[in-house]
């Protein structure tokens, strides 16, 4: 006898898994890690605080 399947259910595990699927792989495509946004963030001040370095005075 053949056991019996509520469609419904199947649907919607099959959604969902096809839902994490699509954002494990935008994770591993966009998605950084804790210590390299740090470090992004680092950089970027760094650049900010060299570049207002050598902003001239001079506004007369």
């Known amino acids: 006898m053949a056991q019996i399947v509520n469609l419904r259910a199947v649907r919607k595990t099959r959604e969902r898994d096809a839902k994490r ?4 792989a935008n994770a591993a495509k966009f ?3 804790k210590a390299e946004r740090h470090r992004q963030q680092a950089e970027a001040e760094k650049a900010r ?3 207002d370095g050598h902003e001239r005075d001079d506004a007369e």
């Open 31 to 33: 998605g950084l890690t």
């Open 21 to 24: 699927a699509q954002g494990d």
């Open 49 to 51: 605080r060299t570049l």
